[in-house]
């Protein structure tokens, strides 16, 4: 499986419920309408929690400051990935994606990268 993982920092005028719930309730339904049709096998989003706790964790490893989240899109090979992306309909998913994630997301804060998972426990 390929993942595609998209590591996010919220936009500085959106305080971080507002984030939260615009991702969730707003984007997350609009994701799903446009990755789904692509081959798209899994859709997650994980939202970071316990806000108050994370510069004291990032502070035992000398990391930056905490995400707001990452989201993952699964494709079953690269092949799969590229293909879906190649496309005109994928073309014009991407494009409305990334509008509506300039509602929220700071791109220049945030990551954006393809990913093999390798299982070393469970």
Do not use: C
């Not at 789904?36 to 000398?62: C, D, I, K, S």
């Not at 990452?70 to 073309?91: P, R, T, Y």
């Amino acid at each position: 499986m390929i993942k595609l993982v998209f590591v996010i920092r919220r936009r500085e005028d959106m305080p971080a419920e507002e984030f939260h719930r615009y991702w969730l309730e707003d984007h997350g339904p609009l994701a799903r309408s446009l990755v789904e049709p692509l081959g798209a096998r899994r859709y997650v989003q994980t939202h970071t929690v316990a806000r108050e706790l994370n510069p004291q964790l990032a502070a035992t490893r000398g990391t930056a400051e905490a995400f707001d989240g990452l989201a993952e899109l699964w494709w079953d090979s690269l092949e799969d990935f590229a293909a879906a992306f190649a496309s005109e309909d994928g073309q014009q998913a991407g494009r409305a994606l990334m509008e509506d994630e300039a509602r929220f997301i700071d791109f220049g804060r945030s990551s954006l990268f393809l990913t093999e998972e390798h299982v070393v426990l469970g």
